[in-house]
C-alpha cells in the first residue's frame, strides 16, 4: 500500500512539474523574446561606512579682510606695498599729501590762541567780581569761552585728519589688493588696499535653505578648490552666520564657514569651490547601492545566474547605499539596473515561486547558489 501511495506522490509531481514547464514555456514564446536585450549589471553587498553629506559650492577666504580706505579725499602721495607682501599689524602702507592738511592744522591752532587770549582778557576784566558779575558780563565771558572750546576741537579735528593721511594695516596679513597709484586723486570710498590674514583659512560655503536643519557646527568638511584639481582639503564647520542672502539665481541661501586650518595652497581670496559636509554617517553596517532597489524594500539578487527577488529590510541612508538590516548577505550580488530584469529571467514571484516550492530551491550562503531541500 505505501508502495502504492509513494508512486501516486511521485506521479502527481511529474504532472505538476510538465503543467509548469509548459506554463514557461507558453510564456517565454510569446512574451519572453524581447527585441532588445539589455545587459544586467550587478554590484556586491558589502560591509562599510557611509554618509549623508550636504553639498555646497562658496569660495576661499582668510580669518579676516580689511578693506583699507582714506577718511578725507586727496591726492596719494607714496603707497610703499604691493599685492603679495605681508605686512605686520600698525604697519603704515600709504599716505596722502598732506600740505594743505599741515595748513589747516596751523590756521586751526591760531584760532585756538586767539579764542584763548579772549577768554584771558574777559577772565581779567571780572576777575574779583565773581560775586556781582552783572548779566552782560556772564554773557561776554560765557561767549569768549564758548568759541574757546570750538576753537579747541577743530584743532583736534585737524589733528585727526593728519593722522588719517596715513593709511595703516589694523591686522596681520598679506596684500591682496592695491587699488591706487601714487599721484592719483581719491576720494573716502575707494578701495586703497586691501589686507587678508590668512593665519587660518577658510571657505566660505552657501546652503541653501532647505539644508541648513543638517548643519551643526564642528561637522567634518571635504573642500575642493577650482584652482587645486582633485586635491582635497579637509576641515569642519566654525561659524553658521546667521543671515541670509539671495543668490543670482534668485535661492535664498546661508553662509556656513569651514576652517581649513594652514593648508599648503597658492592661497587667492575668492576662489571657488564645493564643499561636501558630512550631516551624518553610519559605520561598519552592511550597505547595498540605492540603485539596486526595486521598491523600498525589494532588490533583484543574482545567484549562478538566476535572478531572485528578495525581500529587505533597510535603515541608514547615505549619499549612493542605503543600509541592510536583514534579506541580504555580504558578498552577494544585486542587479543595480533592475528595470533590465525581464519575466523570463526571473525567479522569485508568480511562476518562478511554484517552481522554487516544487524543488525546494533556497538560496545558498553568501555568495552561493541554489540547493534543494527535501521536503
Excluded: C
Excluded at 602721495?77 to 596751523?106: C, F, H, M, P
Excluded at 536583514?326 to 530584469?341: F, H, T
Amino acid at each position: 500500500m505505501k508502495k502504492v501511495f509513494k508512486k501516486i506522490l511521485s506521479l502527481r509531481r511529474r504532472y505538476q512539474i510538465l503543467i509548469v514547464l509548459s506554463l514557461l514555456f507558453t510564456g517565454w514564446f510569446f512574451f519572453g523574446r524581447p527585441s532588445q536585450k539589455v545587459e544586467i549589471e550587478t554590484s556586491i553587498v558589502k560591509i562599510q561606512d557611509i554618509k549623508q553629506t550636504v553639498a555646497a559650492s562658496g569660495t576661499l577666504q582668510g580669518k579676516d579682510t580689511a578693506n583699507l580706505h582714506f577718511r578725507s579725499s586727496g591726492i596719494l602721495k607714496y603707497i610703499i606695498v604691493k599685492e603679495g607682501d605681508n605686512v605686520s599689524k600698525n604697519r603704515a602702507l600709504a599716505g596722502l599729501d598732506t600740505q594743505d592738511l599741515s595748513i589747516s592744522l596751523q590756521q586751526a591752532q591760531n584760532t585756538l590762541r586767539d579764542k584763548q587770549a579772549i577768554v584771558d582778557k574777559t577772565l581779567d576784566d571780572v576777575k574779583n567780581h565773581s560775586s556781582d558779575e552783572t548779566l552782560t558780563q556772564r554773557q561776554t565771558r560765557t561767549t569768549a569761552e564758548v568759541a574757546k572750546d570750538n576753537a579747541y576741537d577743530n584743532v583736534r579735528d585737524a589733528q585727526r585728519a593728519l593722522r588719517d593721511a596715513t593709511l595703516s594695516s589694523p591686522i596681520n596679513g598679506v596684500v591682496t589688493k592695491v587699488g591706487a597709484i601714487s599721484g592719483a586723486s581719491i576720494t573716502s570710498s575707494d578701495t586703497i588696499i586691501q589686507v587678508v590674514d590668512k593665519s587660518s583659512i577658510y571657505f566660505d560655503a552657501e546652503i541653501d535653505e532647505a539644508d541648513i536643519d543638517k548643519i551643526k557646527l564642528d561637522q567634518l568638511a571635504e573642500v575642493t578648490l577650482n584652482s587645486s584639481g582633485d586635491k582635497i582639503f579637509k576641515g569642519k564647520i566654525d561659524k553658521i552666520i546667521p543671515v541670509t542672502k539671495t543668490t543670482s539665481s534668485g535661492s535664498t541661501v546661508i553662509v556656513v564657514r569651514i576652517n581649513l586650518g594652514s593648508p599648503e595652497m597658492t592661497f587667492v581670496p575668492g576662489i571657488t569651490g564645493q564643499a561636501s559636509i558630512i550631516a551624518s554617517e553610519a559605520k561598519n553596517i552592511l550597505t547595498v547601492s540605492q540603485e539596486a532597489l526595486v521598491s523600498k524594500d525589494e532588490v533583484y539578487i543574482q545567484i549562478n545566474g538566476n535572478i531572485l527577488l528578495e525581500k529587505i529590510e533597510t535603515g541608514f541612508i547615505g549619499d549612493a547605499d542605503i543600509e541592510v538590516k536583514s534579506g541580504l548577505k555580504e558578498g552577494e550580488r544585486v542587479v543595480v539596473n533592475p528595470a533590465s530584469v525581464s519575466p523570463n529571467t526571473r525567479i522569485g514571484g508568480g511562476i518562478g515561486s511554484i517552481i522554487g516550492r516544487l524543488f525546494g530551491i533556497q538560496r545558498g550562503g553568501s555568495g552561493g547558489g541554489f540547493r534543494g531541500n527535501p521536503r
